[in-house]
């Protein structure tokens, strides 16, 4: 190379350096939405929530260690949070591989070329070749125009929604798990109450037995009571396929064999929170909730691709450079004469293919628009998930306090009946409809009692809670 080119090359990188360091990004800069904080409507205000504190590991509330034990080993086990855990890691992958990019890509090159041929402008005659190569070769695109910084931009959006998205399967995880286990609590309920309405209603027919058998009763009430023991008996195996339904729900949550659940789920009473539930502050749901931030990731993402595509509509400018030896013969790389280095800048522009960027940018901001679109229908989506879990919560409270009573009142006006039948004071069809109103009115408190528990389950779901903060890679 020559002295005069030498000069130029020391001239032009020092200034290509500073150009760069000084370079604009072209593209819109992402701003956040402005979005109004949740509010409770006045219902929900009226119920006995406790507003300084949120609960984030809150199904430890209802003080169940089984309860407990399954939410901490689903959150070790399950396979969909092993595969959104693994596309974290990759989205984490991608986005350092894009960091590099803002750096020069330095490559070893060892190569030779043996030939025989002529060479222009020195001879005709055709002669041996040889060339040999041993060194580094240096590609760097300068980002005059911040195409590199946007890519970064859209590659850190996009693995925080992935990481986003991992945090809300862990949500939705311990709600479903939550619920799956309250409802087997519940059938295990519903088939105590039952049974205890079997032995109930066995006796019945066992004294109308008696009764006929003595002369004062007759055939019909014998086969009323069997019909009724017979309709209750038929719903027990429905119950027994409901809490089946209910394990194997729970263990593929767990990431086990329904044939291998290695958690005991004998029955137990179904749990309760007898206490303000602490919700924190609601302006806080949007902000909380991991769906939201996904969606807001993602609109940032695709507005940095807008920056991108942008950027392709000015030219790119790329250094490249070797430095190593190159030399004649083989023996002759390492020595000194053989060192050599070269700087070779380059600028390219899609000057004749301008409509095809400017529709990679039209798209591009059609994708921004729709990201834009899904954040705002998701923040709907909260607002409505959040408003219809608080009030279905106090309006099945309201109904388990009515049921409650109903069922304390059956249960009453059945053993009067059993009394009075037995005294010969009413028939029994009375005895019959008072056992049947018992066995509704128990089953339909302990349905109640199950909605109320899925009810805490759905507001913590709307609200966010439960998911844990990622580790780093």
Known sequence: MSAINMSAVKLFVPSLLALALSACMVGPDYQK???????????????NYDRNRFEDAWWKQFDDPVLTQLVEQSLKE??????????VLASRAIRDDVANDRFPTVTSRAEGQVGKGQVPGQTEDRVNQERYDLGLDMIW????????RRQLESSDAQSEAIVADLQQLQVSLIAELADAYGQLRGAQLRESIAKSNLDNQRESRD????????GVGSELDVQRAEARLASTEASVPQLQAEEVRQRNRIATLLGQRPDALSVDLSPKKLPAIAKALPIGDPGELLRRRPDVASAERRLAAATADVGVATADLFPKVSLGGFLGYTAGRGS???????????????????AFDLGSVRARLRASKADADGALATYEQ??????????????????????LVSLVRQSEASRNAAQQAG????????????????????????????????????????IYKALGGGWQPTPAA
């Open 33 to 47: 939405p402005d979005t109004a904080p949740a509010r409770l409507d006045s219902n929900a205000q009226a119920q």
């Open 78 to 87: 399950n396979r969909e949070l092993r595969v959104a855990y693994a596309r």
């Open 141 to 148: 695109e300068v980002d005059l125009f911040g195409r590199v």
């Open 207 to 214: 004294l109308t037995i008696q009764l006929r058998d003595a």
């Open 332 to 350: 002759q790389i390492g020595s000194s004469a053989a060192s050599a280095w070269g700087v070779a800048p380059s600028i390219t522009w899609a």
């Open 378 to 399: 998701q923040v709907l989506l909260a607002l409505e998930e959040s408003s219809n879990a608080f009030s279905d919560y106090g309006k099945r409270q309201q109904r």
């Open 419 to 458: 009394l009075q039948y037995r005294e010969g004071t009413v028939d029994f069809l009375n005895l019959l409809d008072a056992e049947r109103e018992q066995l509704a009115a128990e089953d339909a408190q302990a349905l109640a009692e199950v909605d109320v528990y899925r009810g805490i389950v759905a």
